[in-house]
């Protein structure tokens, strides 16, 4: 059964660091694009960042370059994302997804069920 989990998430203050994992079943994650995204209170689903299968190369929303990192464990099957250096805008509640593309055309197929991040003073 394909499955993404991921867990991680907790209350921080501001300048704190969090490390999100996301753990996937049913289908080895170094072979996809595999995305984070978040939705803070109120507010739509944005992307946050991106990792490439094999190669691995990773792209960030401007708002965290510097502070987020993208990883992936192969022998562990699972994706992380490092947040450092917290800030209040960064509470949401983040999602890992699996991104498929066929004739030009692309979409995320699989997400986690979410983990929640809290940055408060």
């Known amino acids: 059964q394909l499955q993404l989990v991921e867990s991680g998430g907790g209350s921080v203050q501001p300048g704190g660091s969090l490390r999100l994992s996301c753990a996937a079943s049913?289908?080895?994650?170094?072979?996809?694009?595999m995305s984070w995204f978040r939705q803070a209170p109120g507010k739509g689903l944005e992307w946050v960042s991106g990792?490439?299968?094999?190669?691995?190369?990773?792209t960030y929303v401007d708002s965290v370059k510097g502070r987020f990192t993208t990883s992936r464990d192969n022998a562990k099957n699972t994706l992380y994302l490092q947040l450092n250096s917290l800030e209040l805008d960064d509470t949401a509640v983040y999602y890992c997804?699996?991104?498929?593309?066929?004739?030009?055309?692309?979409?995320?197929?699989?997400w986690g069920q979410g983990t929640q991040v809290t940055v408060s003073s």
């Open positions: 997804a699996r991104y498929l593309h066929s004739d030009g055309a692309g979409w995320y197929d699989y």
């Open positions: 049913g289908f080895a994650l170094c072979f996809y694009i």
């Open positions: 990792l490439d299968g094999g190669g691995g190369n990773s």
